[in-house]
């Protein structure tokens, strides 16, 4: 079922051979740019006009009444109500352990520059809601932000055509979470209205973070500046690198796992055997026909973002992984967890037959709004850190200062910048 790609023998950067999801973003940019601008200047009413326009959704109201949310929980099932728990608690031990502490560094006596990490005081998170539905990521993008210090959250997710509301174990996360503040926006329209704010209605955001599609990746770019951003995400991508011990069956499944997401999902089999490859393509012509998206799943794993690559041995398997940097990457090998310490580029790393990335998504502790297209080179996944910022107090005595003066005028007037060292000569 996966189109094959063999680099065995190969030398060169295969960065350029491997599989890719192709999104246009520059594209999408254009077209969401009149959305964006349109927000900006008329505010409510062109997000209204929007989501009527693209969403088939006439909003009476943007924010979602409290009483919505509260309902939301109470209706919610039992069971997923504590998976959504359980979600939360293992989260936010795990984000806990992230939190920084304040330094200080005595540079001389009388002198130290003290580190703060200080939280941003206003976050905008979106929670997608186009082919699934994904109280998860409520959770994935709140936690961290509370966990930060985040004095104000604001959640956003696309209504829906029968309520106007955003999904309802959407609104119950947040009322787990202890969320108020939450509107029934999504795509360009919802990102313009965090950033830009609506006088009267929204106050405007300092950072945005969240999955979303294409168009709601181009308004990010168009916003990035005016505030943070967590990343530009792209189709959700799987890589498994596996030798003959793996499992053919755990690898189809969770090549299928996130092929599920969208028919752009990439999934990518990185392996020296043959016969597990055979095998695995086995499986998957199986468990397609068994799942209940047959349709999308089988159009993501025959798309030309998804293969089965063929290396000569682990060692070259690592590097392709590496060039590869996956968003999700699964080591299924002997002694995977030397294998997986190995890696250098990817958004998480699932180590062993028993951590596939559907426990990522969901129960690990971990964060799943990761890095996607290859961004795991640069880039990192939501965490506390996201939410932070980096502060330096510096503080001098009169004798540090004096102490170090000539240096400062010196590099003041190397760089023709004489007032610079005469802030320091007047004191």
């Known amino acids: 079922m996966l189109t094959r790609i063999d680099l065995r023998g190969s030398v060169t950067d295969p960065r350029a051979l491997l599989p890719r999801a192709a999104i246009d973003v520059a594209a999408a940019t254009e077209a969401v740019g009149p959305i964006v601008e349109a927000v900006r200047v008329h505010g409510a009413a062109a997000v209204r006009e929007a989501t009527h326009r693209l969403d088939g959704v006439t909003l009476t109201a943007l924010r979602v009444p409290v009483e919505a949310i509260a309902e939301a929980a109470r ?3 039992p069971a997923v109500r504590a998976a959504l728990s359980e979600c939360m608690d293992r989260a936010r031990r795990t984000h806990a352990d992230q939190r920084r502490t304040e330094t200080t560094t005595r540079v001389v006596p009388g002198g130290t520059v003290t580190q703060r990490w200080l939280p941003v005081r206003r976050v905008g998170l979106y929670v997608p809601g186009g082919l699934a539905v994904y109280p998860s990521s409520v959770v994935m993008n709140v936690v961290p932000a509370q966990v930060a210090g985040v004095e ?3 959640v956003t997710s696309p209504p829906q055509k ?3 509301l955003p999904h309802p174990d959407v ?14 926006v999504g795509g360009a329209q919802a990102v313009a209205m965090l950033g830009y704010g609506i006088a009267g209605e929204v106050e405007p955001v300092d950072t945005i ?3 979303g599609n294409v168009w709601v990746t181009a308004a990010k770019r168009l916003l990035r500046g005016i505030v943070g951003i967590d990343a530009e995400a792209g189709p959700t991508e799987i890589a498994i690198l596996a030798d003959d011990t793996a499992d053919a069956v755990h690898v189809a499944a969770d090549l299928i796992s996130q092929a599920e997401h969208d028919p752009m999902a990439a999934s990518v089999l990185v392996t020296p055997s043959v016969a597990l490859a055979d095998a695995v393509d086995t499986a998957l012509g199986r468990l397609v026909a068994a799942t209940k998206h047959t349709g999308r799943i089988s159009e993501a794993l025959r798309g030309p973002q998804s293969a089965t690559v063929l290396v000569d041995d682990l060692d070259a398997g690592v590097r392709v992984v590496d060039a590869y940097a996956a968003e999700h990457l699964e080591i299924q090998t002997r002694d995977a967890r030397a294998v997986a310490e190995r890696v250098r580029n990817a958004g998480a790393v699932f180590v062993g037959a028993y951590s596939p990335v559907s426990l990522g998504d969901y129960c690990a502790g971990s964060n799943h709004v990761l890095p996607t297209g290859g961004c795991a080179r640069h880039s990192s996944g939501l965490s506390v850190q996201t939410f932070l910022r980096g502060v330096q107090l510096i503080e001098y ?3 540090a200062l004096r102490a170090v003066a000539g240096h400062v005028v010196a590099l003041a007037e190397a760089e023709d910048l004489p007032a610079h060292g005469q802030a320091v000569t007047a004191r």
């Open 75 to 77: 209706r919610q099932d």
């Open 162 to 164: 029968d309520t106007g």
């Open 152 to 154: 104000s959250i604001a």
């Open 397 to 399: 005595d009169e004798a």
């Open 209 to 211: 973070t969240g999955p």
């Open 171 to 184: 609104l119950a996360a947040c009322a787990l979470l202890g969320v108020e503040e939450v509107y029934a």
